[in-house]
């Protein structure tokens, strides 16, 4: 299975232009959205929505910290677009569990506003070789800020050290996108940035995971 992953789209008409470029191009059977779809307060939310609906394949979205309510919301509206915030989809075999939002503190970034909740319910979604979706990385992989400081979240760690998923899509440091292993787990930060359009993640079974990042 091909994964179309992309993080931090913020509203950006470029970053939608290059989105729909590379879903005609390289046919992926899904695409992942990992958080930040609109700009500060929500702006801009609905053209996203239109546009991934318009991509004609499935497209699995979490919350961003620049996200407001109204993601949620118009997922839930929006055809072939499903809000993965604590739920479990599966498509061609693979499972994808996700969780939504971030706080965006400096250097210690946080899952959500009551993480130690949401770290449980997700605990409990988790199996060995799943894909999980989240905005923030894990503290210490694809996580530095100006080169200098990890700004990833301790929890999403320890997560991954303890359920093992096949791959870790997530975003929000810009800079840093790219990939790493966190354990037996590739990590790939798909943020959307000036040198960034994302990654594409071949998923096989009985495979390890492979990831292209892509230039704009």
């Given at each position: 299975m091909l994964i179309y992953a992309v993080a931090d789209i913020h509203g950006n008409p470029g970053h939608l232009e290059a989105i729909k470029k590379t879903v005609q191009r390289?046919?992926?059977?899904?695409?992942?959205?990992?958080?930040?779809?609109s700009s500060h307060m929500g702006k801009g939310a609905q053209d996203v929505m239109q546009t991934l609906s318009?991509?004609?394949?499935?497209?699995?979205?979490?919350?961003?910290?620049?996200?407001?309510k109204s993601i949620q919301e118009l997922a839930a509206k929006t055809p072939g677009v499903e809000d993965l915030h604590l739920k479990t989809a599966m498509l061609e075999g693979a499972t994808f569990v996700g969780?939504?939002?971030?706080?965006?503190i400096p250097f210690r970034s946080k899952l959500a506003l009551f993480e130690k909740d949401v770290v449980?319910?997700?605990?409990?979604?988790?199996?060995?070789?799943?894909?999980?979706?989240?905005?923030?990385?894990?503290?210490?992989v694809t996580d530095k800020v100006l080169g200098k400081f990890n700004a990833g979240s301790k929890s999403v760690a320890s997560l991954i050290k303890k359920r093992e998923p096949a791959v870790c899509i997530c975003g929000h440091i810009h800079e840093n996108a790219?990939?790493?292993?966190?354990?037996?787990?590739?990590v790939v930060n798909c943020a959307m940035s000036r040198s960034s359009a994302g990654a594409l993640i071949q998923l096989a079974k009985g495979q390890a995971p492979e990831c292209q990042m892509l230039a704009p």
């Open positions: 390289e046919k992926p059977h899904v695409l992942i959205a990992a958080g930040d779809l318009s991509l004609g394949l499935p497209v699995f979205v979490i919350k961003g910290n620049t996200d407001g969780a939504g939002g971030t706080v965006p449980r319910r997700l605990d409990n979604l988790l199996t060995p070789g799943c894909v999980l979706v989240v905005h923030p990385p894990p503290y210490g790219g990939t790493a292993m966190a354990g037996k787990t590739l």
